[in-house]
């Protein structure tokens, strides 16, 4: 039997929340970063790392990138949790600020929409998200694009995009 781990990286929760949904569909074992020593790659077949992304970097990310002569015979899926709607800019953008050509053949990668929640935010993220809700504030209404006005409502809103269907494919490439 195979044996899987999910590792999260998650600041407001929702990275955490589909790292849930993905351990408990494949009866795999889970971890929090701050839980997980690389020496335990050692137990498992298949590991998925999840992170959110800040700033199109996803949290975390060096726990793989750091250990990849220990993952070199297993199976790695790396999923990033944004708010932006997964489109194919956004994940050719993650992809290449993130991977390297020789590591995006080593990884395989999923892209899933999270949400926005501001109250949810830890000190240091809220202070550089207050910075951005400024600038985007004094940014005139016209030139603002789509994403950056549902950002400005999301700030006294908070938006949730997870949907459980949404990790569909990450099972199915799990399960390969
Ligand atoms: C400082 C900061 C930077 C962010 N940068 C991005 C980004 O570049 N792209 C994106 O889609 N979402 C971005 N977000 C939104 C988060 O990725 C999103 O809220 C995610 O669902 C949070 O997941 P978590 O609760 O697991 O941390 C950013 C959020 C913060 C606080």
């Known amino acids: 039997m ?3 781990v999910v590792i999260y990286c998650s600041i407001s929760g929702f990275t955490r929340k ?3 949904w993905i351990a408990e569909e494949l009866n795999a074992d889970i971890y929090d970063t701050e839980q997980f020593d690389p020496s335990m790659f050692a137990n498992y077949d298949l590991v998925i790392f999840g992170g959110s992304l800040h700033a199109v970097g996803i949290n975390g990310i060096s726990l793989i990138k750091n250990n990849l002569t220990r993952l070199a015979n297993k199976k790695v899926i790396v999923f990033a949790v944004g708010a932006s709607p997964p489109r194919e800019n956004v994940l050719d953008e993650v992809l290449n600020k993130n991977f390297t050509e020789q590591q995006r053949k080593e990884i395989r990668f999923f892209y899933l929409r999270g949400g926005f929640n501001y109250d949810k935010l830890d000190l240091p993220n809220k202070l550089l998200m207050s910075l951005m809700r400024v600038r985007l504030t004094l940014k005139r209404k016209k030139n603002r694009t789509a994403d950056e006005v549902g950002m400005l409502a999301a700030f006294s ?3 949730d995009f997870t949907r459980k269907e949404n990790i569909n494919e990450i ?6």
């Open 18 to 20: 589909y790292a849930r």
């Open 2 to 4: 195979q044996k899987t």
């Open 157 to 159: 809103n908070p938006v």
């Open 171 to 176: 099972l199915e490439y799990a399960r390969e």
